[in-house]
């Protein structure tokens, strides 16, 4: 099988992936706009071959170098996980023939307007939301829903250019930070936790399912420089008090049509047990989520959905052991990493547990934490015991610190 991969270098677990499908006898061609020089060591390894174009945001442009390149051979299936690629892979998928998903439920995964149309048609419980291109027709959205609001892009990815709206002051100090953003989503606020509903999906089946919970939800970290936010993959996703977001989950994919790949979803409980749609994307999460999943059940997450693409079957099988947290810090201070305190007491406490850390390191630039939840990197852990997990991370998000100048 020939299966095309859209930018097999980044994002930062792309080469895994690559991975997945070389493993599991897929013959992979990668295309991007990096020079092969920059792809690393593991994609090059696992690539058949690899095609440069000059832009992956151009599609006549893509189709014309594809067409060159390949000298008449056939691609069986396209297959992209970053975002901005969404749109891309179903409409060479429509122009080359390839099965997957199309670009009517592409669009329904990228376009968080018909997104939400789709699964209320589905009676599937929404957020109240109204599109909106203008600054007077934002204005309007908002006092029809009532504050608070979210204002997000209708094609965002993460928690980018997502701002909670408590009154008309704030609305109007917020609008000039989404000018450059053409459609606006303006939403009920949903209060309540968040959680994530992730799947690896084969024929329309799901075969592999995670639950995260975000500490606190994305909106709250993302405002708050000193937070150290944390994403817990849970080892009992079967408990009843997720029983509803998880059949919601699986109401979302049906609705949706989506057939084979990866998904991310993300849902809110409230506080009366009452759950509600966020959004979801065709591909999986970032920020090592994926990483995650493979701790907590110890299992090839890649390969497994290598798979589902390749031989359309997952029979890689797994067990639920562990709850996962994954706690991202951010450095006190500006300019370049100076020092690290905190880490060695805490290894001796729980080094036994940790199985990934990612602290930038003395002399390293510290990043920009508003960009990116990787932040100044991560310490990753995990225990069979939720509450015990969850009191490992609380000592690293309160105990761990660094510090640049």
Request: charged share 25%.
């Amino acid at each position: 099988m020939n299966v095309l991969i859209i930018s097999p270098g980044y994002p930062a677990d792309m080469p895994e992936f690559t991975r997945g499908l070389s493993e599991s006898g897929a013959h992979v061609i990668g295309i991007g706009d990096q020079g092969t020089h920059a792809l690393p060591d593991l994609v090059r390894h696992h690539l058949s071959a690899y095609i440069q174009v000059p832009t992956l945001w151009k599609t006549d442009v893509v189709i014309a170098e594809l067409r060159k390149q390949l000298q008449g051979k056939n691609l069986d299936r396209i297959e992209c996980l970053w975002e901005p690629g969404i749109m891309l892979a179903a409409e060479l998928r429509a122009h080359f023939g390839v099965p997957g998903q199309s670009i009517e439920q592409a669009h329904c995964f990228r376009d968080k307007e018909a997104m939400k149309i789709a699964l209320e048609a589905a009676g599937i419980r929404t957020p109240k939301h109204i599109a909106v291109n203008t600054v007077a027709a934002c204005w309007d959205a908002a006092h029809e829903i009532g504050f608070p609001v979210i204002l997000k892009p209708i094609a965002g990815a993460g928690s980018s250019d997502t701002y909670r709206v408590e009154s008309a002051d704030e609305l109007r100090s917020v609008l000039p930070l989404l000018r450059h953003v053409n459609t606006v989503s303006v939403e009920e606020f949903i209060d309540g936790e968040e959680f994530t509903f992730d799947t690896i999906t084969v024929g329309g089946e799901i075969r592999y399912h995670n639950v995260a919970w975000y500490r606190p939800r994305p909106l709250v970290a993302r405002s708050n420089e000193w937070i150290s936010p944390q994403v817990i993959a849970l080892k009992d996703v079967e408990q009843a008090d997720l029983a509803d977001g998880v059949k919601m989950g699986q109401d979302v994919i049906k609705a949706l049509g989506f057939d084979t790949g990866f998904t991310h979803m993300e849902w809110y409980r409230k506080a009366d047990g009452e759950v509600v749609f966020g959004e979801i994307g065709a591909r999986p999460p970032g920020a090592h989520q994926v990483d995650q999943m493979k701790y907590a059940c110890d299992f090839d997450v890649f390969r497994a959905w290598g798979q589902g693409i390749v031989q359309g079957k997952m029979d890689i099988e797994f067990e639920r052991r562990y709850n996962v947290a994954m706690i991202f810090k951010r450095a006190r201070g500006v300019g370049r990493i100076t020092r690290i305190e905190g880490m060695e007491e805490l290894h001796k406490r729980f080094g036994e547990h940790v199985v990934w850390e990612t602290l930038l390191r003395p002399g390293t630039p510290r990043r920009d934490w508003r960009k990116t939840l990787v932040s100044d990197g991560f310490v990753m852990l995990r225990h069979p015991d939720l509450q015990l997990t969850m009191e490992m991370a609380d000592a690293v998000g309160s105990e761990l610190h660094l510090f640049a100048e």
